[in-house]
């Protein structure tokens, strides 16, 4: 089993910035990429973006694209999203997850974390 630790989320203005984290407690193949992904209330998840751990490769869902920035620290076994120019919009639970298939969808990603929410007050 994979567990996933997240951390950063709160209340901010509209137009501030936040960095979620997300840790894995073990990296293997079943962890090869991690995304994040957010949810309103009685909606479906949402992609947002997601990397991977060897070469970084990223992919943004259209929500995400030239405002958030996902990445890895490797060394400290961590994944970020960080997001800049936040709107009101963007109020959301977000969920780290984990997985071994280079996808959008929630279904290629066996493991979450609780989800951490996110609200900006415009």
């Known amino acids: 089993q994979v567990l996933l630790t997240e951390s950063g989320g709160g209340l901010v203005q509209a137009g501030d910035s936040l960095r979620l984290s997300c840790t894995p407690s073990?990296?293997?193949?079943?962890?090869?990429?991690m995304a994040w992904f957010r949810q309103a209330p009685g909606k479906e998840r949402d992609f947002v973006a997601a990397?991977?751990?060897?070469?970084?490769?990223?992919n943004y869902g259209a929500n995400a694209r030239g405002r958030f920035t996902i990445s890895t620290d490797n060394a400290r076994n961590a994944v970020f999203l960080r997001m800049d120019g936040l709107k009101g919009e963007d109020t959301d639970v977000y969920s780290c997850?984990?997985?071994?298939?280079?996808?959008?969808?929630?279904?290629?990603?066996?493991?979450w974390g609780q989800g951490i929410q996110v609200a900006v007050s415009s």
């Open positions: 990397i991977t751990w060897s070469d970084h490769m990223t």
């Open positions: 997850a984990a997985g071994s298939t280079w996808a959008v969808t929630p279904e290629n990603y066996p493991y």
């Open positions: 073990t990296r293997t193949w079943r962890t090869t990429v």
